[in-house]
C-alpha cells in the first residue's frame, strides 16, 4: 500500500543526544502541507523518525516566531513561563514554554487538549523539547519553513 506522506522541503537539522537528530521539514500528509519538527534515531538497530516531535501550521509557525525573536540568546537570563498557544484545530492548541529540565533549558512544543465538559482537558502525548542554546538555528529554520509554505491549505 502506498504511503500518503511524503517530505516536501528539508529544511535542517540539529544534534539531540547521541544517536538521534531533531529535523525541521515542510511535509505532506493526504494534500495537507504542515511543518514538522520531529526526532530521528540514527542506530544500527533502527534509523528514522520517532514519535517525539510536532506539527504545525503556517499560521502557528509565524506566531512561534513572533514569539521566539523576542528572547535573548543567553539562557541564562530565561525563567520558565509559556511564550503562547495556538490553536492547531478545534479543540487542541500547540503551547510554547520555556522550560528547565535537569538543569537544562530548553523550548517545548506540547499539545494541549480542550477536553468537553467533564471530559479530559491536558497536555497529550505530542510535543518535543529542543534545546534553548540551539534557538539561533531554531528561528532560521522556522523562518525557511515559514518561507516556503503556501499561504492556503490544501485539502
Do not use: C
Not at 48 to 73: C, H, W
Amino acid at each position: 500500500m502506498a504511503s500518503n506522506f511524503k517530505v516536501l522541503h528539508e529544511i535542517g537539522n540539529i544534534a539531540a543526544t547521541e544517536g538521534s537528530e531533531i529535523k525541521f521539514s515542510i511535509d505532506e500528509y493526504r494534500k495537507y502541507t504542515y511543518a514538522s519538527i520531529r526526532k530521528y534515531l540514527k542506530r544500527q538497530s533502527y534509523s528514522g523518525p520517532t514519535r517525539s516531535g510536532i506539527t504545525m501550521n503556517k499560521e502557528i509557525v509565524k506566531g512561534v516566531l513572533e514569539a521566539l525573536k523576542q528572547l535573548p540568546l543567553d539562557a541564562q537570563v530565561i525563567e520558565e513561563k509559556e511564550l503562547g498557544k495556538f490553536a492547531k484545530r478545534p479543540g487542541f492548541s500547540v503551547v510554547v514554554r520555556l522550560t528547565t529540565y535537569q538543569g537544562s533549558k530548553g523550548i517545548d512544543f506540547r499539545v494541549w487538549q480542550e477536553g468537553p465538559p467533564g471530559g479530559y482537558a491536558g497536555w497529550t502525548k505530542s510535543g518535543i523539547r529542543l534545546p534553548y542554546k540551539n534557538l539561533k538555528e531554531i528561528i532560521e529554520y522556522l523562518e525557511k519553513i515559514k518561507d516556503l509554505m503556501p499561504d492556503t491549505e490544501q485539502k
